[in-house]
């Protein structure tokens, strides 16, 4: 378990060592997503895109996938990583993605090349979400 504040300088080195390896032939839109898991593991993830365009995979998805194919169970927090001027926040598919090993509390860092540019809560980008409990009847 890692109760201590993340290191999100740890998880942006991780990011962008996913970035870097992107396969985004399609938009050149290069995204990585790094995750802090339950066990104090990092995991990342870069977009892979498809000629098929509606195929491809968000980075933050293929970082979900690395954290669990490792044992991990629980997000404590994420970053994603992307160019441009505006921030790079996870799409709605990825939100709920994210919503399903994460607290309401999660802390989702946005970062640019030079770094974290804003940190929201999961709840903020995912407000009154549907979850696992939501199942339980
Ligand atoms: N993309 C991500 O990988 N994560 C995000 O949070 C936003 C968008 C990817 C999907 C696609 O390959 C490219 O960025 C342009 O939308």
């Known amino acids: 378990m890692s109760e201590s504040a993340p290191n999100f300088d740890a998880l942006f080195a991780t990011a962008r060592r996913a970035q870097i390896r992107a396969y985004a032939p399609y938009s050149a839109f290069r995204v990585g997503a790094a995750i802090l898991d339950d066990n ?3 995991h990342s993830g870069c977009n892979v895109e498809n000629a098929s365009y509606p195929v491809g995979l968000c980075a933050e998805a293929g970082a979900i996938s690395a954290m669990i194919a490792a044992g991990g169970r629980a997000i404590h927090a994420v970053l994603v990583l992307g160019d441009g001027e505006e921030l790079v926040t996870p799409c709605g598919a990825c939100r709920q993605r ?10 989702i860092a946005i970062a640019g090349p030079d770094g974290v540019r804003a ?19």
């Open 40 to 42: 104090g593991a990092i």
């Open 98 to 107: 994210i919503r399903e090993f994460a607290a309401p509390e999660t802390p």
């Open 119 to 137: 940190r929201f809560s999961l709840a903020e980008l995912l407000p009154a979400s549907f979850g696992p409990a939501n199942l339980r009847t």
